[in-house]
């Protein structure tokens, strides 16, 4: 019976340790996860921490980067002035070289009380109407004439309706100090160039005004357009690399320190191709007509229309100057083309009637 009880305590005492060590070493693997628990979860709150200490920093970062970013123009806080040259310019030093001397205009030809009165009818009947065409009325323009024309224009404009208030005839002498007075709460202005005889399209102004141009643009270029000729009643496509149908870009702080773009410089191709030395950005759209008619002084159509060497002027003008492009000759697309830039354009009468 001994030996039975000793064999059965023999038995059951591996098992009995079996299980004290299993304890044990449960316990103990419990205490070793437990503290490799706690070390994997020590870790992560340290990355935790260092990680939003990160993104505070980045944050911080950005608030501040998005503090000195700076404001882009846009129609709240940008003016908008059409700057017209009407007879200021020396018109000899704004032609290019190209011009012959048979067709260069006589010196001081637009100081004539002639040439005076026609340019004020044309400027009536076709820059003036684009002017009041545009889509958005919010801009200024000035029509800057020679200081010893003033009579000739004060005589020259009681033929006429009184001008809308924000189309002002001007004298050079008082353009800069008109400019200047009407920056007052802006922050960028726009100088936009327009001969006193040529048109831009209807939406320009609104176009500019959403445009975004590039912080280190200080000058926009109309390259495409249309070329007119009123007398002979002729549309066509026009293309001129650095044509006079641009926009000058100023930061109003810069302006009234005095700094300007000096576009004007004479060259073998005009004072306007100044332009295009300047940082600048190309408008691809069709905006302008260069208008010809009897009274021109720097533009002559029948050379232009010599340049006709490329069918799509627009796309196809790579190494030119300036091209003279397909002309429009459906009437109802130029009577639409014309009305986009004019406004109410004769219509035209249907092909029965035409031929009747």
């Known amino acids: 019976m001994k ?11 591996p098992k009995a340790a079996a299980k004290r060590k299993g304890k044990v070493l449960k316990r103990a693997s419990g205490k070793r996860k437990a503290k490799v628990v706690r070390k994997r979860t020590a870790k992560p709150r340290a990355l935790k921490l260092r990680k939003k200490g990160r993104r505070k920093g980045l944050l911080r970062r950005k608030r501040a980067r998005a503090s000195v970013r700076e404001e882009r123009p846009h129609e709240g806080n940008t ?5 017209i040259p009407f007879n200021n310019l020396n018109v000899r030093e704004t032609l290019p070289s190209s ?3 048979v067709t260069l205009p006589e010196a001081n030809t637009q ?7 026609k340019r004020v009818a044309i400027f009536m009947n076709f820059t003036l109407k684009s002017l009041q065409n545009q889509t958005n009325p919010h801009y200024l323009a000035y029509i800057v004439y020679h200081d010893s024309s003033r009579m000739y224009i004060d005589q020259a404009l009681r033929n006429y309706p009184p001008l809308p208030s924000n189309i002002t005839f001007i004298s050079a002498s008082e353009y800069e100090n008109a400019v200047i007075s009407q920056l007052n709460g802006y922050k960028y202005w726009y100088e936009l160039h327009l001969y006193s ?4 399209h ?3 102004i609104d176009m500019l005004y959403n445009y975004r141009p590039r912080p280190e643009t200080k000058v926009l270029i109309c390259q495409n357009g249309y070329i007119y000729n009123s007398v002979s009643d002729v549309l066509a496509k026009y293309f001129n690399f650095s044509s006079s149908f641009n926009c000058l870009i100023y930061k109003v702080s810069d302006y009234l320190k005095g700094i300007r773009h000096n576009i004007f410089q004479p060259s073998e191709t005009g004072i306007w191709t100044g332009a295009i030395q300047l940082p600048h950005e190309i408008i691809p759209h069709p905006v302008y007509i260069n208008h010809s008619h009897n009274a021109n002084t720097a533009f002559f159509f029948a050379q232009e229309i010599q340049n006709n060497v490329a069918l799509d002027v627009w796309t196809n003008h790579e ?3 300036s091209l003279f492009g397909e002309i429009i000759y459906d009437p109802y697309l130029k009577q639409r083309i014309l009305g986009d830039f004019m406004g109410s354009y004769p219509p035209v009468a249907s092909p029965a009637l035409a031929t009747a």
């Open 79 to 83: 003016r908008v002035i059409v700057y």
């Open 197 to 200: 005889d040529d048109m831009y």
């Open 319 to 321: 190494g030119q100057y």
């Open 111 to 117: 100081f004539t009380e002639e040439w005076i009165n």
């Open 3 to 13: 030996k039975k009880t000793v064999k059965r305590k023999a038995a059951t005492k």
């Open 202 to 204: 209807k939406a320009y």
């Open 99 to 101: 011009i012959s001397d």
